[in-house]
Antibody
C-alpha cells in the first residue's frame, strides 16, 4: 500500500525557515516524480514545486522561486522542501504527492502538514 | 502563463442528479488534464487523468472528456459523498497550474 507521511510543519515567524519532509512507502520511490502542493486557508490548491525521480530536474512556482528548495533522498525514500524567507502568505497546509508515470497526475497524497507564518 | 478557468464557481444539485463541471485552458494543453476531488480535512484525490482516464478505484459515474482547451467532468447519479470541491490541473506545461475550483453543494 502506498503511503506518504509529511512532517516538519509548525509555527514560524516571518523571515524564518522550516524544512518539510515526506516519507514514502509501498512503492519504488526513485521511479516517480514527486510534488508539493499547498492550500492556504479558504483558498484553492496551489502547485508549489516538483522534482524528477533522480532529483536532477526541479521546478518551482514563481511565488516560491528563490526561497524554497525541493530535494529528495532516494536511499531514505524521503522528499524534502526547505522553506526560507517565509512570509505570511506562505501559511497553508502543505501536501506531498506522488506522480503517475509520465507525470499525468498525482495519484497518491499525504495527509498534509500545516505551516503557519506569524509573529 | 497558462491559466485554467473553471465554471461554474458553485453548483447546487441534489443527490441522484447529474453534475457537469467545466474547465477551460487559456491555450491548448492537448489531453494533459487531470481532475481532483477535495473534501474538507482530506487530501486531494485524483479522479481523472489524460482528460478521460479514470484513476484506480474511481467509480464509473465519474467521467472526463475534452481536448485542447475545453474539458468537462461529469458525475452521474450524485452520491452524498460527491459534494466537495473539484479542481482541474493541466500537466502540459510548467508550472502545472490548478483551476480555481468548482464547489459542488447540496441543493
Amino acid at each position: 500500500e502506498v503511503q506518504l507521511v509529511e512532517s516538519g510543519g509548525g509555527l514560524v515567524q516571518p523571515g524564518g525557515s522550516l524544512r518539510l519532509s515526506c516519507a514514502g512507502t509501498g512503492f519504488t520511490f526513485s521511479n516517480f516524480a514527486m510534488s508539493w502542493v499547498r492550500q492556504a486557508p479558504g483558498k484553492g490548491l496551489e502547485w508549489v514545486s516538483a522534482v524528477g525521480g533522480n532529483g536532477a530536474n526541479r521546478y518551482y512556482a514563481d511565488s516560491v522561486k528563490g526561497r524554497f528548495t525541493i530535494s529528495r533522498d532516494n536511499a531514505k525514500n524521503t522528499l524534502y522542501l526547505q522553506m526560507n524567507s517565509l512570509r505570511a502568505e506562505d501559511t497553508a497546509i502543505y501536501y506531498c504527492a506522488k506522480d503517475l508515470i509520465r507525470g499525468a497526475g498525482a495519484d497518491y497524497w499525504g495527509q498534509g502538514t500545516l505551516v503557519t507564518v506569524s509573529s | 502563463e497558462l491559466v485554467l478557468t473553471q465554471s461554474p464557481a458553485t453548483l447546487s444539485l441534489s443527490p441522484g442528479d447529474r453534475a457537469t463541471l467545466s474547465c477551460r485552458a487559456s491555450q491548448s494543453v492537448s489531453n494533459f488534464l487531470a481532475w481532483y476531488q477535495k473534501r474538507p480535512g482530506q487530501a486531494p484525490r485524483l479522479l481523472i487523468y489524460d482528460a478521460s482516464k479514470r484513476a484506480t478505484g474511481i467509480p464509473a459515474r465519474f467521467s472526463g472528456s475534452g481536448s485542447g482547451t475545453d474539458f468537462t467532468l461529469a458525475i452521474s447519479n450524485l452520491e452524498p459523498e460527491d459534494f466537495a470541491v473539484y479542481y482541474c490541473q493541466q500537466r502540459s506545461k510548467w508550472p502545472p497550474a490548478f483551476g480555481q475550483g468548482t464547489r459542488l453543494e447540496i441543493k
